[in-house]
Protein backbone atom coordinates (compact mmCIF):
# COMPACT_ATOMS: atom_id res chain seq x y z
CA UNK A 1 0.00 0.00 0.00
CA UNK A 2 0.79 3.56 -0.57
CA UNK A 3 -0.22 6.48 1.38
CA UNK A 4 -0.54 9.92 -0.12
CA UNK A 5 -1.17 12.91 1.40
CA UNK A 6 -1.57 16.13 -0.74
CA UNK A 7 -1.05 19.83 0.39
CA UNK A 8 -1.18 23.49 -0.66
CA UNK A 9 -4.00 24.25 -1.81
CA UNK A 10 -5.76 27.50 -0.79
CA UNK A 11 -7.68 30.71 -1.93
CA UNK A 12 -5.69 32.73 -4.48
CA UNK A 13 -6.24 35.40 -6.99
CA UNK A 14 -6.14 34.96 -10.34
CA UNK A 15 -2.96 35.79 -11.84
CA UNK A 16 -1.57 34.00 -8.62
CA UNK A 17 0.67 31.16 -7.63
CA UNK A 18 0.76 28.19 -5.94
CA UNK A 19 3.27 24.82 -5.19
CA UNK A 20 0.82 21.73 -4.19
CA UNK A 21 3.00 18.66 -2.38
CA UNK A 22 1.98 15.43 -1.91
CA UNK A 23 4.11 13.13 0.13
CA UNK A 24 3.75 9.34 -0.30
CA UNK A 25 4.92 7.09 2.43
CA UNK A 26 4.51 3.07 2.88
CA UNK A 27 7.12 1.91 -0.17
CA UNK A 28 9.86 2.64 -2.38
CA UNK A 29 8.64 5.81 -3.37
CA UNK A 30 10.78 5.64 -6.83
CA UNK A 31 8.92 2.62 -7.73
CA UNK A 32 6.16 4.84 -8.80
CA UNK A 33 4.75 6.73 -11.77
CA UNK A 34 3.15 10.07 -10.23
CA UNK A 35 0.31 12.33 -11.28
CA UNK A 36 -1.69 15.16 -10.37
CA UNK A 37 -5.28 14.99 -11.08
CA UNK A 38 -8.01 17.74 -10.67
CA UNK A 39 -11.96 17.48 -10.39
CA UNK A 40 -14.46 20.84 -10.59
CA UNK A 41 -18.47 20.86 -9.17
CA UNK A 42 -20.31 18.70 -11.63
CA UNK A 43 -17.47 17.79 -14.00
CA UNK A 44 -15.36 14.87 -14.51
CA UNK A 45 -12.03 13.99 -12.53
CA UNK A 46 -9.15 14.96 -15.30
CA UNK A 47 -5.52 15.15 -16.28
CA UNK A 48 -3.17 17.63 -15.44
CA UNK A 49 -0.05 16.28 -15.03
CA UNK A 50 2.40 13.23 -14.90
CA UNK A 51 6.09 12.37 -14.28
CA UNK A 52 7.79 9.46 -14.25
CA UNK A 53 9.73 7.29 -11.93
CA UNK A 54 12.91 8.64 -12.01
CA UNK A 55 11.47 12.51 -13.24
CA UNK A 56 13.55 12.22 -16.30
CA UNK A 57 9.96 12.43 -18.36
CA UNK A 58 6.85 15.31 -17.53
CA UNK A 59 3.35 15.33 -19.37
CA UNK A 60 1.00 18.21 -18.80
CA UNK A 61 -2.51 18.40 -20.13
CA UNK A 62 -2.86 21.02 -22.64
CA UNK A 63 -4.66 23.63 -20.16
CA UNK A 64 -1.90 24.08 -18.12
CA UNK A 65 1.14 23.77 -20.63
CA UNK A 66 3.32 26.56 -19.69
CA UNK A 67 1.48 27.59 -16.55
CA UNK A 68 2.01 24.54 -14.45
CA UNK A 69 5.07 22.30 -13.55
CA UNK A 70 5.58 18.63 -12.39
CA UNK A 71 8.39 17.81 -10.28
CA UNK A 72 9.73 14.95 -7.55
CA UNK A 73 12.16 14.40 -5.07
CA UNK A 74 12.38 10.99 -4.62
CA UNK A 75 14.70 11.45 -1.89
CA UNK A 76 11.78 13.22 0.17
CA UNK A 77 9.34 10.66 -1.34
CA UNK A 78 7.46 13.67 -2.31
CA UNK A 79 5.81 15.08 -5.86
CA UNK A 80 5.08 19.27 -6.58
CA UNK A 81 2.56 20.71 -8.59
CA UNK A 82 4.00 24.40 -9.19
CA UNK A 83 1.08 26.27 -10.37
CA UNK A 84 1.14 29.75 -12.36
CA UNK A 85 -0.81 32.44 -13.94
CA UNK A 86 -3.78 30.86 -12.54
CA UNK A 87 -7.14 31.51 -13.99
CA UNK A 88 -10.67 31.01 -12.30
CA UNK A 89 -11.30 27.65 -14.18
CA UNK A 90 -8.52 26.26 -12.58
CA UNK A 91 -10.74 25.82 -8.96
CA UNK A 92 -11.06 22.47 -8.20
CA UNK A 93 -9.92 19.46 -5.98
CA UNK A 94 -6.86 18.53 -7.12
CA UNK A 95 -5.27 14.78 -5.95
CA UNK A 96 -2.06 12.93 -6.52
CA UNK A 97 -2.08 9.66 -7.73
CA UNK A 98 0.56 6.81 -8.27
CA UNK A 99 1.26 3.42 -10.41
CA UNK A 100 3.50 0.99 -11.17
CA UNK A 101 2.74 0.60 -14.73
CA UNK A 102 0.97 3.46 -17.13
CA UNK A 103 -1.29 1.98 -19.54
CA UNK A 104 -2.38 5.71 -20.42
CA UNK A 105 -1.05 8.37 -18.70
CA UNK A 106 -3.65 10.97 -18.95
CA UNK A 107 -6.66 7.65 -17.64
CA UNK A 108 -7.61 7.57 -13.87
CA UNK A 109 -7.86 4.24 -14.31
CA UNK A 110 -4.20 3.88 -14.89
CA UNK A 111 -3.52 4.66 -11.39
CA UNK A 112 -3.29 2.45 -8.32
CA UNK A 113 -3.12 4.67 -5.48
CA UNK A 114 -4.61 8.16 -4.66
CA UNK A 115 -4.58 11.22 -2.14
CA UNK A 116 -7.24 12.57 -0.43
CA UNK A 117 -7.82 15.81 -2.36
CA UNK A 118 -6.52 19.33 -1.42
CA UNK A 119 -8.79 22.54 -2.39
CA UNK A 120 -8.01 25.16 -4.68
CA UNK A 121 -9.93 28.16 -5.51
CA UNK A 122 -8.85 30.44 -7.63
CA UNK A 123 -10.68 34.18 -7.39
CA UNK A 124 -11.35 36.55 -10.29
Known amino acids: QVQLVESGGGLVQAGGSL??????SGRTFS?????????????????????SKGGGSTYLAGSVTGRFTI?????????????NSLKPE???????????AIATVQSYNSYDY???????????
Request: glycine share 4%; with cysteine.
Open 19 to 24: RLSCAA
Open 114 to 124: WGQGTQVTVSS
Open 31 to 51: NYAMAWFRQAPGKAREFVAAI
Open 71 to 83: SRDNAKSTVYLRM
Open 90 to 100: DTAVYYCAAAT
